[in-house]
């Protein structure tokens, strides 16, 4: 890409427009809204407020580059919407993958400083790098693996006043690859996520999100340009009927039947340009679409844009691409999959606006369960893990749900052999 000259990465010049940024507004505690409630900090990085009194933070990064050097790499072209010590509260830390644009540990020192209680789940093999930096609240998951984390609340002023916020986290498949040097390609997992968790009985709604970090959807081959020049820009449209043949990931259909439906998806729109290197392993606004579909998310923020120059697409230009990918699909360009400001918080109620998807009912998790406690940050840090699981996956023995995962995974994966071979 850059031999060729269609790698290119823009850099805002004086007066042209940016994502604007607005100091964040948080909830002064726990339990003051019954609605779902996430403020875009950038990038892939959301804090994400339950009404049950749950607080995640998403592939946090702060700093102004997404580089193992300070003084070189991709430099935030937008301002931070605040500190790690603005937020009120922090359970739970999700990552994605490790690359530097999703975990850096400048800020997961400073979260670790502000709230030593918080819990890190992380995809296989990312654990040893959290410990090796001295963080010891770390969940490995596999794909398809499920945790139940547990925040124990404690009111000092009376004993019975006790409270634990529970929540299942669900690590699943995405499609991308994880380094944080040259040596150790896709050494760990790289991985979406879902959380969801119920809120207190004034307010018994279970809410859940879908988080896709960073993932492609498809690879697309470089394309023939329109014009006479080796300008990606200009290349055909690879959702025009002429590529409609190449295959897509099914894990997001089956993310959609086996933990679907979400009130909430946060999907990434950014970083696809040229489109023949950067499609496997990041989605454009067109691809994002079809993964809020595939997934079955009720509403959607685009997030893993706006932030850093990454790759050669203009800086504003995935938000106009977003709505004519919604156009297309006959969905509406607001209040359906939305584009917010960066310290703008997003949020759905428990009466929001109905799903564009049809239901599905969820089935048991397809591995066995992870067991997290963890304790409130005013709280000594107390921090358990132990894996759990039922009769039949304790023997070795499949459940009727693992076994239909199972097999419509593997009826997946045959269609998509089928059509490669058949040039379908």
């Known amino acids: 890409g850059h031999?060729?000259?269609?790698?290119?990465?823009?850099?805002?010049?004086?007066?042209?427009?940016?994502?604007?940024?607005?100091?964040?507004?948080?909830?002064?505690?726990?339990?003051?809204?019954?609605?779902?409630?996430?403020?875009?900090?950038?990038h892939a990085c959301h804090y994400t407020e339950f009404p049950?009194?749950?607080?995640?933070?998403?592939?946090?990064?702060?700093?102004?580059?997404?580089?193992?050097?300070?003084?070189?790499?991709?430099?935030?072209?937008?301002?931070?919407?605040?500190?790690?010590?603005?937020?009120?509260?922090?359970?739970?830390?999700?990552?994605?993958?490790?690359?530097?644009?999703?975990?850096?540990?400048?800020?997961?020192?400073?979260?670790?400083?502000?709230?030593?209680?918080?819990?890190?789940?992380?995809?296989?093999?990312?654990?040893?790098?959290?410990?090796?930096?001295?963080?010891?609240?770390?969940?490995?998951?596999?794909?398809?693996?499920?945790?139940r984390l547990t925040v124990q609340l404690d009111d000092s002023s009376s004993a019975s006043h006790s409270h634990a916020i529970t929540a299942t986290v669900s690590c699943l498949p995405a499609q991308h690859t994880s380094s944080r040097y040259s040596l150790d390609t896709d050494r760990t997992l790289w991985c979406s996520w879902a959380v969801s968790s119920t809120g207190?009985?004034?307010?018994?709604?279970?809410?859940?999100?879908?988080?896709?970090?960073?993932?492609?959807?498809?690879?697309?081959?470089?394309?023939?340009?329109?014009?006479?020049?080796?300008d990606d820009d200009d290349a055909d449209d690879d959702y025009s009927e002429r590529y409609a043949h190449l295959p897509v990931n099914p894990d997001f259909k089956h993310i959609g039947r086996l933990r679907g439906p979400f009130d909430l998806g946060l999907l990434p729109i950014g970083a696809y340009k040229p489109r023949f290197l950067f499609s496997a392993v990041h989605a454009d606004p067109q691809d994002a679409v079809e993964i809020f579909r595939d997934t079955q998310c009720q509403r959607a923020l685009a997030i893993h844009w706006g932030t850093w120059s990454l790759t050669s697409e203009p800086l504003m230009e995935p938000p106009e691409k977003l709505r004519a990918a919604l156009r297309n699909r006959g969905l509406r360009e607001?209040?359906?999959?939305?584009?917010?400001?960066?310290?703008?918080?997003?949020?759905?109620?428990?009466r929001e606006a109905q799903s564009t998807m049809p239901s599905a009912v969820s089935q048991s998790p397809a591995r066995p369960t992870e067991a997290v406690s963890s304790t409130d940050a005013q709280q000594q840090n107390q921090t358990t893990t132990s894996t759990t699981g039922n009769a039949a996956a304790a023997s070795g023995e499949k459940t009727a749900a693992q076994l239909e995962a199972d097999r419509l995974y593997e009826e997946a994966i045959e269609d998509e052999y089928a059509k490669r071979e058949g040039g379908a």
């Not at 004034?202 to 492609?216: E, I, L, M, Q």
């Not at 607001?334 to 428990?350: L, R, S």
Request: hydrophobic share 40%; with cysteine.
């Open 200 to 230: 207190p009985a004034r307010a018994p709604h279970t809410k859940s999100v879908y988080f896709g970090g960073d993932t492609g959807y498809r690879k697309v081959p470089r394309l023939p340009n329109n014009k006479d020049n080796n």
């Open 52 to 147: 049950s009194g749950l607080r995640v933070l998403f592939d946090p990064v702060l700093e102004d580059r997404c580089s193992p050097l300070t003084f070189a790499g991709p430099k935030r072209y937008t301002a931070r919407a605040c500190a790690i010590a603005d937020l009120p509260f922090v359970d739970a830390v999700v990552i994605s993958h490790n690359h530097y644009d999703h975990l850096s540990l400048a800020t997961l020192a400073e979260i670790k400083r502000c709230f030593p209680a918080a819990h890190y789940l992380v995809g296989l093999g990312l654990a040893a790098w959290f410990r090796d930096a001295g963080f010891a609240h770390v969940t490995e998951m596999d794909w398809w693996q499920d945790a």
């Open 334 to 350: 607001t209040g359906v999959f939305d584009v917010c400001d960066i310290g703008e918080t997003g949020f759905t109620t428990a």
């Open 3 to 42: 031999l060729d000259g269609s790698l290119r990465f823009p850099a805002p010049k004086p007066g042209d427009p940016l994502v604007p940024v607005h100091t964040p507004s948080f909830l002064p505690n726990r339990f003051a809204s019954h609605q779902l409630r996430t403020t875009w900090l950038g």
